[in-house]
């Protein structure tokens, strides 16, 4: 990514909070299915047999959000500052590798305040904007920007 002539002046591996192991993942689904199964038995036995498919249902989305999660917790990107660019590579769960370059003279970092309160950290150059850090806790974006303009400004200067 970068030469000899060529320092860099940031980079940083951006990943999500890590989701539930496989085996408690396993194991709260299977607790889950136990104790559903338990209050299945006891809507049957009280004649209220329409409530039961609803229960596995229950388990079955449990576990399905729960492997969505882990799928997402794979996902990563890294941001790169140079003199002559700025390179963020998207690693998305169960795609290629994407990537973005930017001059870093232009970029600009906004950080902007949603309505719902959770902050985004946005590039903008020439009518571009990319979103990066989307899964960061709000603390951490913050810092991102800040370290980014930091890293931004020295390669500048070429400082």
Do not use: C
Request: charged letters at 20%; zero cysteines; proline letters at 8%.
């Amino acid at each position: 990514m970068s030469t000899v002539s060529d320092p860099v002046y940031f980079k940083a591996v951006l990943r999500p909070n890590p989701p539930l192991p496989a085996s408690l993942r396993n194991l709260l689904i299977t607790v889950v299915a136990a104790f559903n199964l338990a209050f299945a038995i006891m809507f049957l036995l009280r004649g209220a047999w329409p409530v039961t498919p609803f229960m596995g249902a229950d388990v079955l989305f449990l576990a399905w959000a729960l492997s969505i999660s882990s799928k997402a917790g794979n996902r990563r990107e890294e941001v790169q500052v140079t003199r002559s660019k700025l390179r963020v590579d998207y690693y998305p769960p169960q795609a290629n590798l994407t990537w973005v370059e930017l001059n870093p003279y232009w970029v600009r970092i906004y950080v902007d305040e949603p309505l719902n309160g959770r902050t985004a950290v946005t590039l903008a150059s020439h009518g571009r904007r990319l979103r990066i850090g989307a899964f960061l806790p709000p603390d951490d974006r913050l810092s991102l920007a800040q370290a980014l303009r930091s890293a931004l400004d020295n390669a500048r200067q070429g400082a």
